[in-house]
């Protein structure tokens, strides 16, 4: 079994909304990541997660929230959101972290979001 | 992706060969890697080549790395209509964080 799992694929929220989107492996990773993708644009990092806790936040603004309740779950709460924040959110997982051999990162199909 | 440029657009035959090309700027990558996006899903990964190697081949793909150049390549053999996406190419140096390029848009016609 070598996937993650993301819910939901589409999201509309409005910009007084708070709500989450979830990402789920069963793999026994120990690394969980957040990129965001706008459209015809590559994929950028957000968040890593190593062991649970956080180890890389790329100056994400605070209405993004990621969480990391236990090793297979990693969620990120949204709030206050603006427009442009609508883009395409992939979850990743891999084994751990650092760039080895053998350390595939495994991507989500992804969540839609549209702020309104 | 402003370090890693792909072009944009790339059509070929069914049954022939296709050529994605990526230059990137920073020598320290230690792997490179070549993931396929095909609409409205989420990031495949192909396959990636230890900054070492210069040749990977891994079925119908064939990566080659220029050091040098900083150029790495996608060969796919035999394409087929399911080779349509977007493919990017990514680098990492040592993190967790991977660059990835601006993508290339694989059209494959009959």
């Known amino acids: 079994d070598t996937e993650v799992t993301q819910t939901p694929k589409h999201l509309v929220m409005g910009m007084t909304n708070k709500k989450s989107l979830k990402c789920e492996q069963h793999m026994g990773h120990r690394a969980m990541y957040w990129y965001k993708q706008k459209a015809k644009k590559p994929p950028e990092l957000m968040f890593v997660?190593?062991?649970?806790?956080?180890?890389i936040n790329e100056s994400v603004p605070s209405r993004f929230s990621p969480e990391c309740p236990n090793s297979s779950l990693l969620n990120l709460h949204l709030h206050a959101l603006q427009p442009e924040d609508s883009a395409l959110y992939l979850c990743a997982s891999s084994r751990t972290t650092g760039q080895r051999a053998g350390n595939t990162i495994y991507f989500g199909e992804g969540s839609w979001l549209t702020v309104v | 992706g402003e370090d890693v440029e792909q072009s944009l657009f790339l059509s070929v035959r069914e049954g022939d060969s296709s050529v994605i090309n990526c230059t990137y700027t920073?020598?320290?990558?230690?792997?490179l890697y070549w993931y396929k996006q095909e609409p409205g899903a989420g990031l495949q990964l192909l396959t990636y080549i230890f900054s070492n190697m210069d040749m990977k081949q891994d079925q119908r793909l064939t990566v080659l790395l220029n050091k040098k150049d900083k150029h790495l390549s996608l060969r796919i053999a035999d394409t087929q209509t399911g080779d349509s996406a977007i493919y990017f190419c990514a680098e990492s140096y040592n993190t967790d964080k991977l660059i990835f390029g601006t993508g290339t848009r694989l059209q494959v016609f009959p």
């Open positions: 997660y190593s062991y649970e806790k956080l180890s």
């Open positions: 920073d020598s320290s990558s230690t792997y």
